[in-house]
C-alpha cells in the first residue's frame, strides 16, 4: 500500500496540473467564467475540483500567485545578464514570452490576495525597478521614459491575444520588438502627455465592493 502512494501523489499532481491549465485557459478568457467551466474544460467532476479548491477565489488567487512566481524568477534570471540593456530587455522578453501579465494584472481585482502574495509582489516590485534603473544607467533609455509606462507595455503585448496560441506569442514578441525600440535613446521627439501615477497602475487590485442586497 505504501509503495502505491507516490503514484497517487503523481497522478494528483497530474490532475491538479490539468484543473490549472483548464483554469488559465478559461479565466484568461473570461474572468468572470464559473467554476464549473474548469471542470468541465479539466475533464473532471465539480467535486474533484472543490476536493483541491475552496471555490472560483482560491484558484483565481492561485494562478495570479504562479504568474507572480514566474515573473519574479524571470526577472532573478534577466538581472545575471552582464550588461545593464541587455538584462532589461531580457526581462521584458521573458515576461512577455510567458504571457505573465494574462495571469496576473489581467485576474487583479477578481480575488483578496494574501499577505504571502502582497510580500511577492513587492519582492516583484523590487526586481523590475532595479532592472530599470539598470537600463537607466546604461544611457539606452529614452528620455522621459518611467517605469509605469513599462508596466503599460507590458500589458499591452499580453491584450494580443489570438485563437492560435503560439501565432499570440509571436505577435506579442514581434510588438515588444518595436517597443524596445522605442523605448531607446535617440529615438525623435518628445513623449506626449504626463507619464502614468502609480494610481493609474493599482486600481485594478482594488476589489470592487459587495453588492448591495
Given at each position: 500500500m505504501n509503495q502505491a502512494l507516490p503514484g497517487r501523489r503523481a497522478q494528483a499532481a497530474r490532475n491538479d496540473e490539468v484543473i490549472l491549465q483548464a483554469a488559465r485557459d478559461v479565466f484568461i478568457a473570461d474572468p468572470d467564467a464559473p467554476i464549473a467551466a474548469?471542470?468541465?474544460?479539466?475533464?473532471?467532476?465539480?467535486?474533484?475540483?472543490?476536493r483541491r479548491y475552496q471555490g472560483k477565489e482560491d484558484l483565481l488567487r492561485?494562478?495570479?500567485?504562479?504568474?507572480?512566481?514566474?515573473?519574479?524568477?524571470?526577472?532573478e534570471h534577466a538581472a545575471t545578464e552582464a550588461g545593464d540593456w541587455q538584462a532589461f530587455a531580457a526581462f521584458l522578453t521573458g515576461v512577455v514570452d510567458a504571457d505573465v501579465h494574462s495571469l496576473?494584472?489581467?485576474l487583479a481585482g477578481t480575488f483578496t490576495p494574501t499577505r504571502e502574495?502582497?510580500?511577492?509582489?513587492?519582492?516583484?516590485?523590487t526586481l523590475a525597478e532595479a532592472l530599470f534603473a539598470r537600463?537607466?544607467?546604461?544611457?539606452?533609455?529614452r528620455p522621459g521614459v518611467v517605469g509605469g509606462d513599462v508596466s503599460?507595455?507590458?500589458?499591452?503585448?499580453?491584450a494580443?491575444?489570438?485563437?492560435?496560441?503560439?501565432?499570440?506569442?509571436?505577435l506579442r514578441l514581434r510588438f515588444l520588438g518595436l517597443l524596445l525600440d522605442g523605448l531607446q535613446a535617440g529615438t525623435a521627439g518628445d513623449l506626449p502627455g504626463p507619464p502614468p501615477g502609480p494610481a493609474e497602475l493599482n486600481w485594478r487590485w482594488q476589489q470592487p465592493p459587495p453588492a448591495a442586497r
Amino acid at each position: 500500500m505504501n509503495q502505491a502512494l507516490p503514484g497517487r501523489r503523481a497522478q494528483a499532481a497530474r490532475n491538479d496540473e490539468v484543473i490549472l491549465q483548464a483554469a488559465r485557459d478559461v479565466f484568461i478568457a473570461d474572468p468572470d467564467a464559473p467554476i464549473a467551466a474548469v471542470a468541465q474544460r479539466a475533464g473532471v467532476g465539480i467535486s474533484a475540483l472543490y476536493r483541491r479548491y475552496q471555490g472560483k477565489e482560491d484558484l483565481l488567487r492561485q494562478l495570479c500567485h504562479d504568474g507572480l512566481k514566474r515573473f519574479i524568477a524571470i526577472a532573478e534570471h534577466a538581472a545575471t545578464e552582464a550588461g545593464d540593456w541587455q538584462a532589461f530587455a531580457a526581462f521584458l522578453t521573458g515576461v512577455v514570452d510567458a504571457d505573465v501579465h494574462s495571469l496576473t494584472v489581467h485576474l487583479a481585482g477578481t480575488f483578496t490576495p494574501t499577505r504571502e502574495m502582497e510580500r511577492d509582489a513587492a519582492a516583484a516590485a523590487t526586481l523590475a525597478e532595479a532592472l530599470f534603473a539598470r537600463a537607466a544607467a546604461s544611457g539606452r533609455l529614452r528620455p522621459g521614459v518611467v517605469g509605469g509606462d513599462v508596466s503599460l507595455i507590458l500589458e499591452g503585448c499580453a491584450a494580443i491575444r489570438l485563437p492560435d496560441s503560439e501565432r499570440s506569442r509571436q505577435l506579442r514578441l514581434r510588438f515588444l520588438g518595436l517597443l524596445l525600440d522605442g523605448l531607446q535613446a535617440g529615438t525623435a521627439g518628445d513623449l506626449p502627455g504626463p507619464p502614468p501615477g502609480p494610481a493609474e497602475l493599482n486600481w485594478r487590485w482594488q476589489q470592487p465592493p459587495p453588492a448591495a442586497r
